[in-house]
């Protein structure tokens, strides 16, 4: 495990990057409209936060709800308009009609991102096999990290496979970090930390009064020393 657990918050705009950072993030995830659990944020937006706070930014390549690439050709465009904005630092995955990864559109969109590190969201917990997706994926430039909860209902139900996969860490399609989002609470924290398990991920839990609210430095602190152990 790392000295320092990896704590990465949600940021919707300004005022929440610069509340996460107060509270100790370590990095965000940059997305918008969560009643479709995350799209891709602006240019605009991407280029205000990126000037407004000093941590590592992530962000979404999501163009619509659901987990289908969708138009691909956009999608690289969009890349393209974020990285010049400073963007250089990814989040995708793409899923066929068969739920298996669609490994054409993620190639095609990792091409045009020239090397920056991304993660593979939850997608990877809606697929018919996330054993064979990972393999699948080995390899690919700059893929350092998976988002998951171990099960499509969260981090709850996905414990036992989060711990197992922490397990074969090392092995082909297991290099990459695990970082633990979906559901995830205080109280899952001990039990992932146990199993090695060292980069968390939270949205609505930094937002005491929801997601029409924003970010709370207070709540992203109380997460900071939970991470860190105390």
Same mark, same amino acid.
């Given at each position: ?9 949600? $940021?919707?705009? @300004? ?5 996460? &950072? ?8 940059? @997305?918008?409209?969560?009643?479709? +659990? ?25 163009? $619509? ?12 465009? @969009? ?16 899923? +066929?009609?068969? +739920? ?5 559109? @993620? ?24 054993? $064979? ?10 893929? +350092?990290?998976?988002?998951? $909860? ?25 290099? &990459? ?54």
């Amino acid at each position: 495990m790392s000295k320092r657990a990896v704590l990465e918050v949600i $940021a919707l705009g @300004v005022e929440d990057a610069v509340a996460a &950072q107060e509270g100790g993030a370590d990095r965000l995830e940059l @997305v918008t409209d969560m009643a479709a +659990d995350g799209l891709t944020p602006s240019p605009a937006t991407v280029a205000g936060i990126r000037e407004a706070v000093d941590l590592s930014l992530r962000v979404m390549l999501r163009l $619509a709800d659901g987990f289908a690439a969708g138009d691909v050709d956009r999608l690289v465009g @969009v890349a393209g308009e974020l990285r010049g904005a400073g963007a250089d630092e990814f989040v995708l995955g793409f899923l +066929d009609a068969h +739920d298996r990864v669609d490994l054409a559109a @993620v190639e095609r969109v990792v091409g045009a991102l020239g090397g920056c590190r991304w993660t593979f969201h939850r997608a990877i917990d809606r697929a018919a096999d996330r054993d $064979a997706l990972r393999k699948q994926l080995d390899g690919l430039p700059g893929l +350092d990290t998976y988002l998951t $909860a171990g099960s499509p209902a969260g981090v709850d139900e996905g414990l036992p496979v989060l711990c197992a996969e922490a397990g074969r860490h090392g092995e082909p399609g297991y290099a &990459q970090q695990v970082l633990v989002g979906g559901g995830l609470r205080l109280d899952h924290v001990p039990t992932l930390l146990a199993a090695g398990l060292d980069a968390f991920h939270i949205g609505g839990a930094a937002r005491p009064d929801g997601w029409d609210g924003p970010v709370s430095a207070a709540a992203v602190a109380e997460w900071r020393r939970a991470v860190d152990g105390g």
